[in-house]
T-cell receptor, first 114, second 110 residues
Framework: DTAVSQTPKYLVTQMGNDKSIKCEQNLGHDTMYWYKQDSKKFLKIMFSYNNKELIINETVPNRFSPKSPDKAHLNLHINSLELGDSAVYFC?????????????FGEGSRLTVL | SQQGEEDPQALSIQEGENATMNCSYKTSINNLQWYRQNSGRGLVHLILIRSNEREKHSGRLRVTLDTSKKSSSLLITASRAADTASYFCATVSTGNQFYFGTGTSLTVIP
C-alpha cells in the first residue's frame, strides 16, 4: 500500500493552461507539504499545511494554490502555467512531534509546460 | 535563504570505498536529516540527528553534526553499486519546516 501517492506522474500542457496535481497520504500524518525540484535537483519548499495552519513560502507565485479537502489530501492547483513552472513536484507528509519527524515523499509529478 | 549547501556536488568512487558528503547550513536547527533519492524517484529518509547529538550510526551510515560550525557530514562505508543516488541533507527548525540542501550525486562504480 503506497504511503504517499500523487497523480498524475507525468503532465504535459501548454502555457496559459490551469492544471492540478493530487496528493493523498494514508499514514495518518497531520502535516503535508509540496516541494518543487528543478532540473538541477534543487528542492524548494512551496507549502506546508496541517489542519490548523497553511504556511506559504513567500517566493511562490500566487498562481500556485494548495487545496486540502481533508487531512489526508493536499492538492496543488496551478493557474496560467508558465515555461518556468516545468519541474518535478513532490508531495510529502510528516507527523509533527516535538523535535522529531521525518518526511515521507510521493514519487513525484513531472510537469512539462510547452 | 534557509537552504543548505552540500559538498561535493558530485562524487564518483569505486565499490568498497567510503563516501563522505558534507552539508552546511545557516540557521539554528532542531534536527538535521539525510535523505536519498534514486533517479526518477521520491526522496527516502535515511537518518536523523538531533541538535544535541554529535554522532549517530545506522548500519553503514555514520552522521556527524557540529552545531558550532553549522555543518554535518554523512559517511557511507563499504559502498555498493546500489548506493548510487543523490543524497540530500534537510534542516528542521521551529515550525517544522524542512529545508533541503543542494544535494550530492554519488556514483559507485562496480
Amino acid at each position: 500500500d503506497t504511503a504517499v501517492s500523487q497523480t498524475p506522474k507525468y503532465l504535459v500542457t501548454q502555457m496559459g493552461n490551469d492544471k492540478s496535481i493530487k496528493c493523498e497520504q494514508n499514514l495518518g500524518h497531520d502535516t503535508m507539504y509540496w516541494y518543487k525540484q528543478d532540473s538541477k535537483k534543487f528542492l524548494k519548499i512551496m507549502f506546508s499545511y496541517n489542519n490548523k495552519e497553511l504556511i506559504i513560502n513567500e517566493t511562490v507565485p500566487n498562481r500556485f494554490s494548495p487545496k486540502s479537502p481533508d487531512k489526508a489530501h493536499l492538492n496543488l492547483h496551478i493557474n496560467s502555467l508558465e515555461l518556468g513552472d516545468s519541474a518535478v513536484y513532490f508531495c510529502a507528509s510528516s507527523q509533527v512531534t516535538l523535535g522529531t519527524g521525518e518526511l515521507f515523499f510521493g514519487e513525484g509529478s513531472r510537469l512539462t509546460v510547452l | 535563504s534557509q537552504q543548505g549547501e552540500e559538498d561535493p556536488q558530485a562524487l564518483s568512487i569505486q565499490e568498497g570505498e567510503n563516501a563522505t558528503m558534507n552539508c552546511s547550513y545557516k540557521t539554528s536547527i532542531n534536527n538535521l536529516q539525510w535523505y536519498r533519492q534514486n533517479s526518477g524517484r521520491g526522496l527516502v529518509h535515511l537518518i536523523l540527528i538531533r541538535s544535541n547529538e554529535r554522532e549517530k550510526h545506522s548500519g553503514r551510515l555514520r552522521v556527524t553534526l557540529d552545531t558550532s560550525k553549522k555543518s554535518s557530514s554523512l559517511l557511507i562505508t563499504a559502498s555498493r553499486a546500489a548506493d548510487t543516488a543523490s543524497y540530500f541533507c534537510a534542516t528542521v527548525s521551529t515550525g517544522n519546516q524542512f529545508y533541503f540542501g543542494t544535494g550530492t550525486s554519488l556514483t559507485v562504480i562496480p
